[in-house]
Structure formats: C-alpha cells, structure tokens
C-alpha cells in the first residue's frame, strides 16, 4: 500500500465521518468505532491514514476540502452488523 492512499476500510470511515456530520453529530474516534465495528486502535489507525491523505484535518475527525470531495463520491456508511436497527442499541448509541 502506498503511504498516501488509504485502505478500503478508511475510506468507508470517511464516508462515515460525512455522514455523522451530515446528520449534525459529533463525530469522536469512539463512535466511529462502535458504529464500524472496530477497535479504537484500529479506529486511529485509519484515521491517521486519512489525515496522511490530507482527507481528515490534523486535528480533531473533520474533513477537509479534499475529503469532502472524496466522502461524497463514496456509497452511504452502513453501520456494523451489531449497530443494526434490533440489534444491542445500547452499544452503539452515540
């Protein structure tokens, strides 16, 4: 992979970070984390995929320009299968 291009799952983060935005949420590394299914570890590492990209700013999780650009051109974030409607609401609440 090159240092610069992020992997599939980042990607689908950004979209998820437009989304949340979208929907006038506060986006933490803790709810992208419940709502992807993923480690908060994990969760930073595609973050800081993201930020190497210049997709997500350098501090905080919002966008960028570029990264607006490119999370509208992604198809809509689907929760995890466990933050499915039904499904342990509790876990992934925001």
């Known amino acids: 992979m090159s240092s610069n291009k992020p992997e599939s799952e980042a990607l689908t983060l950004l979209r998820a970070i437009f989304d949340l935005g979208e929907a006038d949420l ?6 992208l984390a419940r709502l992807g299914g993923h480690s908060q570890d994990r969760v930073e590492t595609l973050v800081h995929q ?3 990209a210049r ?14 650009a490119a999370a509208v051109a992604l198809p809509e974030f689907e929760p ?3 933050c499915a409607p039904g499904r342990r609401p509790g876990l992934c609440a925001a």
Do not use: C, K, P
Request: glycine share 12%; net charge negative; no cysteine.
């Open 26 to 31: 506060r986006v933490t590394i803790d709810l």
């Open 50 to 52: 993201l930020r190497r």
């Open 80 to 82: 995890a299968e466990e």
């Open 55 to 68: 997709l997500v700013q350098e501090t905080g999780v919002g966008l960028t320009m570029v990264g607006l």
